[in-house]
């Protein structure tokens, strides 16, 4: 998919929420300083979680990159460095139904369709907390979203040195998603929707209707921006001291 020619940065609304209101924000209040060259990862220990949480955000960022494109030229052939970050093996990908066999091309086509690609961008990781970061380490990445549920009691082998400390200095901007505690709003127009529910049509019908913790959207039909996703941005080493339970993340690690 490329959703250059579907979407545009008006299409999306930001909101900030306090103590259950919402005051209006923008763009780069919840992404600051977004670069086009961003290395954005969507953490997804579940198969389909970071397509239904976290779809509208990663389409935010996405048509953030086009109208950068646009601006050079209207002719223009080229795709965020996005990446989807996957609990798969050799017995196939984790969902929510358990994990199911497939080929990399089927288990990375919802992906796609957010403009996640080529298929290089579809990455299997360990499912661990530890394993995925080191995964994220290893492509570069400057922008993650994160399930705010997956935590320390899923933890892998300790990361080395090196890579906590690197991990601290590259994350600029952490969201989690499916949080219980939002602070941000997107609030979306049917055109992101119809997007998200391309990519949500690829996954096996066992997978749909989506169980209720991944569900991000509420339908306001008198509204132009009928649907609606909540997130909640966290300082990249309050994020790794929380998922990691590591205490050297507040250290000054030496290497």
Same mark, same amino acid.
């Given at each position: 998919?490329?959703?250059?020619?579907?979407?545009?940065?008006?299409? !999306?609304?930001?909101?900030?929420?306090?103590?259950?209101?919402?005051?209006?924000?923008? =763009?780069?209040?919840?992404?600051?300083?977004?670069?086009?060259?961003?290395?954005?990862?969507?953490?997804?220990?579940?198969?389909?979680?970071?397509? !239904?949480?976290?779809?509208?955000?990663?389409?935010?960022?996405?048509?953030?990159?086009?109208?950068?494109?646009?601006?050079?030229?209207?002719?223009?052939?080229?795709?965020?460095?996005?990446?989807?970050?996957?609990?798969?093996?050799?017995?196939?990908?984790?969902?929510?139904?358990?994990?199911?066999?497939?080929?990399?091309?089927?288990?990375?086509?919802?992906?796609?369709?957010?403009?996640?690609?080529?298929?290089?961008?579809?990455?299997?990781?360990?499912?661990?907390?530890? +394993?995925?970061?080191?995964?994220?380490?290893?492509?570069?990445?400057?922008?993650?979203?994160?399930?705010?549920? !997956?935590?320390?009691?899923?933890?892998?082998?300790?990361?080395?040195?090196?890579?906590?400390?690197?991990?601290?200095?590259?994350?600029?901007?952490?969201?989690?998603?499916?949080?219980?505690?939002?602070? =941000?709003?997107?609030?979306?127009?049917?055109?992101?929707?119809?997007?998200?529910?391309?990519?949500?049509?690829?996954?096996?019908? +066992?997978?749909?209707?989506?169980?209720?913790?991944?569900?991000?959207?509420?339908?306001?039909?008198?509204?132009?921006?009928?649907?609606?996703?909540?997130?909640?941005?966290?300082?990249?080493?309050? !994020?790794?001291?929380?998922?990691? +339970?590591?205490?050297?993340? +507040?250290?000054?690690?030496?290497?």
């Amino acid at each position: 998919m490329h959703t250059s020619s579907l979407l545009i940065s008006t299409d !999306f609304r930001y909101s900030r929420l306090t103590e259950g209101s919402e005051t209006p924000s923008d =763009f780069d209040a919840l992404f600051p300083k977004y670069h086009p060259l961003d290395r954005v990862g969507v953490v997804s220990p579940y198969w389909e979680d970071g397509i !239904f949480a976290a779809g509208y955000a990663l389409l935010a960022l996405t048509t953030a990159f086009y109208d950068a494109q646009r601006e050079r030229s209207e002719n223009f052939f080229d795709y965020p460095h996005h990446f989807a970050f996957l609990d798969a093996d050799a017995d196939g990908v984790l969902s929510r139904s358990g994990r199911l066999p497939m080929t990399r091309s089927t288990m990375g086509a919802p992906w796609g369709e957010l403009d996640v690609w080529p298929e290089s961008n579809w990455i299997a990781a360990p499912g661990t907390v530890t +394993g995925m970061l080191q995964a994220v380490f290893e492509r570069q990445i400057t922008r993650l979203f994160w399930p705010e549920d !997956f935590t320390p009691g899923l933890q892998g082998p300790p990361l080395p040195d090196h890579v906590l400390a690197l991990l601290k200095a590259r994350l600029t901007n952490v969201c989690y998603y499916k949080s219980a505690r939002p602070t =941000f709003a997107i609030h979306v127009t049917l055109a992101v929707e119809h997007v998200v529910r391309r990519s949500r049509e690829l996954l096996p019908h +066992g997978l749909t209707p989506r169980p209720p913790a991944c569900t991000p959207a509420r339908n306001r039909a008198a509204d132009a921006f009928p649907y609606v996703a909540e997130y909640r941005p966290a300082q990249t080493e309050a !994020f790794l001291a929380d998922v990691t +339970g590591d205490a050297r993340v +507040g250290d000054t690690v030496r290497v």
